[in-house]
């Protein structure tokens, strides 16, 4: 039979196993929430973090993993004990018992093909693939988690521009209505600057249909700017039934241009409604 102090050691292996592992995904729990975080905040990105993101059904195979690696150390003692007798099961999270019938196998099973030397002998023959075992699993836990890490930098790194976009226009409005958005322009140069603002095109976010030319008014649209002064510009959208269709996105582009200077693109995205204002 196994002594107390190796139950005490196999209860010992396993649980510095599981709590080694918990802690080596807690470091990655940092990470999704990193992730989720990203998400929340910024609008489009969950989708496009969605595309990207690791196998969330990874986890859900450990079970069978570790059924898998706890047959394969059984048969490991079958192998030392040079038996053909069925060895004992693990039940449950029972580690210290499957441990006492392990060794209760190696005395009854392996004298004949490896006779003891002691009465000892099959507890520590056990417990050195036990201990061999947990290291190994210990490694493969370890393995999994920086490659899941590696993943979580990977898709962070990709995606950096969301935690800082790039300047955006969002409407949202129902056919028949007019939106509108404010936004400010400043002039960081050190000499005084023409602005001018126009938006040519808007077009079906999923490309189906031709680009128009939106009803937009933009107020002020030319103006004069002195270092750092900075002025606010009105752009007003109407959602006019002839262009635009219930439901559906669209986008295009706000051009800026300063002086004789090659324009500068803020994106713009309309969004409407899934109704028809008729006044």
């Known amino acids: 039979m196994a002594s107390a102090s190796e139950a005490t050691e196999w209860n010992e292996l396993s649980t510095r196993y599981f709590l080694e592992a918990a802690l080596r995904a807690t470091r990655n729990s940092d990470l999704y929430l990193v992730v989720i975080d990203c998400a929340a905040r910024h609008p489009g990105a969950a989708a496009q973090l969605a595309a990207r993101a690791p196998d969330s059904d990874a986890g859900r195979n450990t079970p069978e993993i570790l059924a898998a690696y706890t047959e394969f150390f059984a048969r490991l003692v079958q192998f030392a004990a040079g038996s053909d007798a069925e060895v004992p099961a693990l039940r449950g999270n029972d580690v210290a018992g499957w441990m006492a019938g392990l060794t209760n196998y190696m005395n009854l099973n392996g004298t004949a093909t490896h006779p003891p030397r002691d009465g000892a002998t099959a507890a520590r023959r056990v417990a050195q693939f036990g201990r061999a075992y947990f290291a190994f699993m210990g490694e493969l836990t370890r393995a999994a988690v920086q490659a899941e890490e590696r993943r979580l930098r990977r898709m962070l790194e990709g995606f950096e521009s969301l935690r800082h976009p ?92 300063r002086g004789e200077e090659p324009e500068v693109r803020i994106p713009l995205r309309l969004e409407t409604a899934g109704r028809l204002v008729v006044s």
């Open 166 to 257: 790039e300047p955006m226009i969002r409407l949202r409005a129902a056919v028949g209505e007019v939106t509108a958005a404010e936004f400010l322009v400043q002039n960081t140069r050190a000499e005084p600057a023409r602005v001018s603002c126009r938006m040519p095109s808007l077009r079906s976010a999923n490309g189906a249909g031709a680009a128009f030319a939106p009803g937009v008014v933009i107020r002020p649209n030319d103006f004069m700017l002195d270092p750092e002064q900075e002025a606010r510009v009105l752009l007003s959208l109407e959602v006019a039934a002839g262009n635009f269709q219930p439901a559906t996105s669209y986008v295009g582009d706000l051009h800026l241009r």
